[in-house]
């Protein structure tokens, strides 16, 4: 009897979190994630994208790591322009952001904000694939308003050749709090041909074992602010045991690797502190029972304070 291969795992991207630093710290310490996808370049009034603009996805910084950078661009030109730059870079694949719920974004018909738009989007994609190089998936939600977005697209976009389609469970209006909506995410497995991969609440290995076992045969799974909140749900998953004592030392690690990464790179403690101060909004669930401690480490003014209450946190 053939042996089920493990699933594909997944890094989310979050805006102002997982640059190329954070992804190179992470995968050094935490075993699990297979492939990742960069937060979206911000679309520019001229097509043009010099280094500077798309800095964080040069090869140098990616490597030994499949990563899949993301596009916001609503218009065909800058979206061509974007895509086929990043195709020189070396990429093979990129993503469409038709996901993002952020008002600024959604306000201006990009990211989530497309979804109650099929004619757009379609238009879109007729214009841009014959000039792509590379590869184009698509990260989406639900809809924007209604769940009945996602469904009206779906059959749609059938005819593009898709490399597949990532699906967030909520909708756009609901940013990011709410339940997933996962009879919802079911409808839609039978409104396309293309492959899914889920996106949307996974944390601890309840959630994902209970949700294989919903959407089986389904294979792809993004994990986004579960990698913070439970950084060893990638090794839970693909079941690399891992003992308590190597646990806290890891996170220890991760802190210690991303904190001194970040010092080095960004300028001044302020930039340093706020950077560090938004991972643990997420991290400290990793440390069960000391949520409470978070406030004395978002309220630290200094390094020395900063320090001294993570130190309390890791028990150092």
């Not at 018909?109 to 497309?114: A, I």
């Not at 074992?209 to 986004?224: E, K, Q, V």
């Not at 001194?260 to 502190?273: M, T, V, W, Y």
Request: aromatic share 8%; hydrophobic share 40%; net charge positive.
């Amino acid at each position: 009897m053939a042996s089920i291969p493990p699933p594909c795992l997944y890094m989310a991207p979050l805006k102002g979190i997982t640059d190329s630093l954070f992804r190179q710290v992470y995968l050094r310490n935490f075993p699990g994630i297979d492939r990742s996808m960069a937060p979206f370049v911000n679309p520019q009034r001229s097509p043009r994208y010099p280094e500077k603009l798309i800095a964080d996805l040069l090869p140098e910084k990616n490597q030994d790591l499949e990563l899949v950078p993301q596009v916001l661009n609503s218009d065909a030109e800058g979206f061509i322009a974007l895509g086929n730059r990043l195709h020189e870079l070396g990429y093979g694949e990129i993503n469409w952001n038709l996901g993002c719920p952020v008002k600024m974004v959604a306000g201006k018909k990009r990211g989530s904000g497309l979804l109650p738009h099929p004619d757009t989007i379609v238009d879109l994609l007729e214009r841009v694939l014959p000039q792509l190089k590379p590869a184009l998936s698509i990260k989406m939600r639900l809809g924007y308003h209604s769940h009945e977005e996602a469904l009206v697209l779906l059959p749609r976009l059938d005819p593009f050749p898709l490399a597949e389609i990532i699906i967030h469970a909520r909708l756009g209006a609901q940013l990011y709090s709410g339940p997933v909506h996962l009879d919802h995410f079911d409808r839609c497995r039978t409104h396309t041909c293309h492959r899914l991969v889920y996106n949307g609440d996974l944390v601890t290995l309840k959630d994902f074992n209970t949700l294989a076992a919903r959407f089986r045969p389904l294979d792809r799974w993004m994990i986004g602010r579960g990698l913070l909140t439970n950084p060893f749900l990638p090794s839970e998953i693909k079941g690399i045991s891992i003992s308590g004592d190597e646990r806290a030392k890891c996170l220890q690690l991760f802190h210690d690797d991303l904190y001194a990464a970040l010092k080095e790179r960004l300028s001044g403690p302020g930039h340093l502190l706020g950077r560090m101060k938004q991972v643990w909004i997420y991290f400290i669930h990793a440390f069960a029972g000391k949520e409470k401690l978070v406030k004395k480490i978002t309220r630290a003014s200094t390094e020395q304070s900063y320090l001294k209450a993570v130190d309390t946190v890791l028990e150092r």
